[in-house]
């Protein structure tokens, strides 16, 4: 939640800022501001509500000179969306300016103290308290101790971006804690930012921060520190990501292409190296897995593939977890996250402290992979759409691979990519249903992970409501809700769970539901307003990646007629680092 971005080197700040920020706007979308120390040595702030695009050309960002800066783009935590409440955030004089990613826990404590000091704020935000603090620290101490100092005094979480305009080495001060932070190390230019692809464009070098630590950039280089105050060597990456990857590639919008990327990314992540947390597996007892939203999905197919071997295990709600699960020193846990970011997964994570750890994840230097003790990587480029997509299959795919020979999942490939032809019969669906106000999705066993994260997609970039259940569960309340021209959505795949689903749908169509299924079966053909044909002689374990690209099209398409943006939809973020 929210992107941050800073640039030191010899280009110019805010063009590179101004890219930056396109691309971590999935991040948060609800306002954008750039700082940058103009040749006069003037700091130079432009903010305000909206969008990247708007108010970057609206407030001329790229016009301002200047080798050093940084901005922001913002998903609000503290304060509503205004100007005001835009970063970056300036102290008094409005000489520091800084931008910050998490939540100031103490910051109304530090508000208080400050302004009984004489401090005067201008925003509502607990960020804001920060560039004061660094000032009040900085009239006793060279600027470098100032800014440790600060960030020794916060609690909570934070990635922060501060610069001063009487800093004559023109220094960026950087610091990370529960929230994401990458150096990328260019040529003569340093940058920082929430995540690699902001950066793409300038370097493929990267070093991620640990927990705690600060930094300072220059043009020519960086010096870490850990949390202590030590200085810290960390870890080089180069990424072989480019900048077309995290680009539209033609497509309107970023989720149409990482919907059709998937028939090639999938071979990637079922070559990605699972051998270690295979091993790992065969030698525990009791496995959680924890993750949430989407990876939350593709974590209850692992647990169904984990108890169909007679393992015990159960998938968790990753902010739950804490609350519900006693792990022994014994137990082995699955963290699933796309992004390797999510609060929730983290805090899980450290709740289960003394278990061995896997991670299965997207993101190279992500916080997930330094808790784990071992890592899967998805390996499917990045994700911009904030609804999770390739990822999922991706997930899946890996998944998979810890239970199924290779040859057995070959025709994956083939099957994405035959399922995705139907992307003109899926758009006619999406007209009938773009204007009904609930749907319900309905599978069996090892279909309803996917009727889940399909319910999922659904509701969050149409804003329908939408549920999803094992089909057994209608009567059991649902089928109340059942009226005549509720869409429901039934995965029906010639399995062992079609007899029973059959009676379901039945069900429903008896109150005058309209059904939508997605089937190789005559008779649940027959029972149903329109199918999605699923390709003859599929291999049954492999019904679920089939399943889940006519319901993401569908997604996808009815966003797009009810005048959403899929890519942005309302109140959500790509990366949750928030708890
Ligand atoms: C999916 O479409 C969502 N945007 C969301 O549920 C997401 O899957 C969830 O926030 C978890 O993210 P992660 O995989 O990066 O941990």
């Known amino acids: 939640m929210c992107g941050i971005i800073g640039y030191a080197g010899s280009g110019r700040a805010s063009q590179a800022i101004t890219d930056g920020l396109k691309r971590l706007e999935y991040r948060g979308y609800d306002s954008v501001g750039i700082a940058v120390l103009s040749p006069k040595s003037k700091l130079e702030v432009r903010k305000d509500k909206g969008m990247v695009e708007e108010v970057s050309s609206a407030l001329r960002f790229t016009s301002i000179g200047g080798n050093i800066g940084l901005g922001h783009t913002r998903w609000a ?96 001060f950087i610091a990370r804690r529960n929230s994401p932070l990458i150096i990328g190390a260019g040529k003569g230019e340093m940058l920082c930012a929430s995540d690699i692809p902001a950066m793409l464009k300038y370097t493929r070098t990267f070093v991620p921060l640990q927990e705690g630590d600060m930094a300072i950039l220059a043009r020519n280089g960086y010096k870490i520190y850990s949390a202590d105050g030590a200085e810290a060597e960390r870890k080089q990456i180069t ?60 974590g209850i197919m692992l647990s169904y593939l984990l108890q169909s071997t007679g393992r015990v295990a159960q998938a968790y709600i990753a902010s739950d977890y804490p609350y519900i699960a006693k792990p022994d020193k014994k137990t082995l846990v699955i963290a699933i996250s796309q992004s390797g970011e999510t609060a929730d997964v983290l805090q899980a ?35 911009v759409g904030v609804a999770a997509t390739k990822t999922f299959t991706s997930q899946l795919a890996v998944i998979y691979k810890l239970f199924y020979d290779k040859e057995r999942l070959k025709p994956l490939s083939g099957l994405i990519g035959a399922m995705l032809e139907h992307d003109n019969e899926i758009k006619a669906v999406a007209q009938k249903i773009a204007g009904k106000e609930n749907a319900f999705f309905i599978a069996r066993g090892r279909n309803v992970p996917i009727a889940y994260e399909g319910s999922l997609k659904f509701k969050e970039i149409t804003y329908i409501h939408s549920e999803a259940y094992p089909g057994g569960e209608l009567k059991h309340g649902t089928l109340s809700l059942i009226t005549p021209g509720v869409p429901v959505i039934a995965l029906a795949p010639k399995d062992e769970t079609l007899p029973k689903l059959l009676g379901n749908i039945r069900e429903a ?70 708890e």
Request: with cysteine; hydrophobic share 40%.
């Open 239 to 298: 990424v072989d990501w480019d900048m077309e990857m995290a680009k539209k590639g033609g497509y309107p919008h970023f989720m149409q292409k990482e919907i059709s990327d998937q028939k090639h990314f999938i071979n990637e992540s079922l070559s990605s190296d699972t051998a270690d947390a295979m091993k790992l597996i065969c030698a525990s007892g009791r496995i959680d897995i924890i993750a949430a939203g989407t990876s939350y999905h593709a």
């Open 77 to 172: 935590t503290h304060g509503t969306v205004c100007r005001a409440n835009a970063h970056p955030h300036a102290d008094c004089t409005g000489s520091i300016v800084l931008a910050h990613n998490g939540v100031i826990e103490n910051y109304a404590k530090l508000r208080d103290s400050l302004a009984a000091k004489g401090h005067k704020f201008a925003s509502d935000t607990d960020s804001e308290v920060v560039a004061h603090l660094m000032e009040e620290n900085a009239k006793t101490q060279p600027l470098i101790r100032a800014f440790m100092r600060t960030i020794g005094q916060l609690e909570g979480s934070y990635a922060i971006v501060a610069m001063s305009a009487a800093d004559k080495e023109e220094r960026l």
């Open 349 to 383: 994570l450290r709740f289960a402290e003394g278990c061995r750890k896997i991670a299965i994840t997207n993101v190279v230097g992500s916080t997930v992979t330094a808790l784990a003790d071992c890592v899967v990587f998805l390996n499917a480029g990045p994700e």
């Open 509 to 578: 169509k008896a109150r005058g539901a309209f059904i939508l299924s997605i089937t190789d079966d005559d008779e649940v053909k027959k029972e149903s307003d329109i199918s999605i044909a699923l390709p003859p002689g599929t291999d049954p374990i492999l019904y679920p990646f089939a399943l889940i690209v006519p319901l993401q099209l569908l997604a996808y398409h009815t966003s797009v007629l009810r005048g959403v943006n899929p890519d942005r939809p309302r109140n959500l973020a790509k990366s949750v680092t928030v």
